[in-house]
């Protein structure tokens, strides 16, 4: 099924909390008010700036696409028994009547109650520009400046409160994918809202180890099932990866409570389209930034088993691997000064530090470790330091020795040059996974 398609577009986003609601949950809900017309591409899931304080939970905007579909359809998901088809390709329809019609079903499910919940909904027979997509991905976008693009885009919309929600909206309108990814979600019925999820763990462990492009199923190192969601929102699971196929056949898989309905999205989920190169200089807060740079202190666990690691391209920063990272800090620990590493990560205000996400440790010095001071010619005696660099001076006659006349022994490094992540349950849903970092989509959708 071609990329390309037409249809009349409609987005929102900002409707949920994390007490519950889910703006995923939200498309199928406009889906079913508006199934007199034809879904035209898969529905979009566009997940924004990670780093957005205001954020409800995921920061994940929604974009669909109506119409009168032309050609072959396939199947996209199945709400309450009737199978949801989308087609590649379609003739517009009435951007009005989706605003209004959509926006009744928002105003009856939105977390209008909570302080950080800021609803907004758009359409449009035209896309905005991409470079509003990529400003809201890296950035922190001013709704005005949204605005102002959705005028000259003709678009027409609806925002509540503070209207945040029209900035997300706007920007997962205007994805052209670079990169993408595909997640196949589960809801369950609103009888179990809010109650714990019955899932199998060991049908998700079976799923993740019989699959190929699937990722991000099961936290091994944790022993968590990584593709339920810890709120209490309408989603039972969420299943991504690489091959539409392969998430088809993935998600009877799964055991347990039945589902109530489900959808395919096409997401940007797993493609760090939010990572920029930066020189350390150069770093904001709010960025993520992907850095090279080199280490020049050991590093250091502080209270909370936070683990600070010093590093430096001419420039300093502290680099920080936080405690439900689990294992990752181990490989902070086995740093030592000199060693080449890429960092990625976002970069934190107070105090000033790159908070790390995924690491890759491209060259390893040697790690020689003094073991014995010089003996003075004169004493036969054990030198002592003069401090770090500084060389020996025997405490009997004063003669001196430079750092160098010391004995050194070689030690085995505890770690090898490659790439290194945190566990599942402590990656971002824009983190590309190692997994996939050497793939290439087999689904042209």
């Excluded at 993408?180 to 999820?197: H, L, M």
């Excluded at 770690?415 to 590309?432: C, D, F, M, N, Q």
Aim: net charge positive; hydrophobic share 35%.
């Amino acid at each position: 099924m071609a990329m390309t398609v037409a249809g009349t577009l409609l987005a929102f986003d900002d409707t949920d909390s994390p007490e519950g609601m889910c703006t995923t949950y939200l498309a199928a809900l406009v889906i079913e008010e508006l199934s007199d017309y034809d879904l035209i591409g898969l529905p979009r899931l566009v997940r924004l700036n990670p780093n957005i304080p205001w954020k409800t939970r995921g920061n994940a905007a929604i974009c669909l696409a109506f119409g009168s579909g032309t050609g072959p359809s396939r199947p996209c998901g199945d709400l309450n028994g009737t199978q949801l088809r989308c087609y590649a390709e379609g003739r517009q329809c009435d951007p009005d009547d989706l605003l209004r019609r959509a926006a009744k079903v928002l105003e009856r499910v939105a977390k209008f109650e909570c302080d950080k919940t800021n609803p907004g909904i758009v359409a449009s027979v035209r896309k905005p520009p991409q470079s509003l997509y990529w400003r809201a991905v890296r950035e922190v976008v001013p709704l005005r400046e949204v605005e102002s693009v959705l005028r000259e885009t003709g678009a027409t919309w609806k925002k509540y409160k503070g209207g945040r929600g029209v900035i997300g909206a706007a920007a997962a309108m205007s994805w052209r994918p670079k990169d993408r990814t595909w997640e196949v979600v589960a809801y369950r019925s609103p009888t179990r809202f809010g109650t714990p999820r019955d899932i199998d763990s060991k049908s998700v462990i079976a799923m993740d180890k019989s699959t190929r492009m699937t990722f991000n199923n099961y936290d091994y190192e944790n022993d968590h099932i990584a593709i339920a969601p810890g709120s209490p929102c309408p989603i039972l699971f969420g299943i991504r990866g690489d091959s539409v196929g392969e998430l088809l056949k993935a998600r009877p898989m799964i055991k347990g409570e039945r589902p109530d309905k489900w959808l395919l999205f096409m997401t940007n989920q797993a493609t760090e389209d939010h990572i920029v190169a930066r020189r350390i200089a150069s770093l904001r807060p709010r960025d993520s930034a992907r850095i090279k740079a080199r280490v020049v202190s050991r590093p250091v666990t502080i209270p909370g088993k936070h683990v600070i690691l010093r590093v430096s391209d001419g420039t300093e920063v502290d680099a920080a691997f936080y405690e439900p990272s689990r294992g990752f800090r181990d490989i902070a620990r086995a740093l030592i000064p000199g060693d080449e590493i890429v960092l990625y990560g976002s970069v934190r205000e107070t105090p000033r530090s790159l908070n790390v996400e995924k690491m890759q440790v491209r060259r390893l010095v040697r790690d020689l470790r003094k073991v014995h001071n010089p003996i003075c010619k004169n004493c036969a005696k054990s030198m002592g330091s003069l401090g770090s660099g500084q060389g020996f001076r025997c405490k009997r006659c004063g003669a001196k020795a430079p750092p160098a006349k010391a004995e050194y022994k070689a030690f085995p490094r505890a770690i090898k040059t490659g790439w290194y992540e945190p566990p599942v349950a402590s990656r971002r849903h824009l983190h590309k996974p190692i997994r996939r970092m050497s793939r290439v989509n087999i689904d042209n959708l």
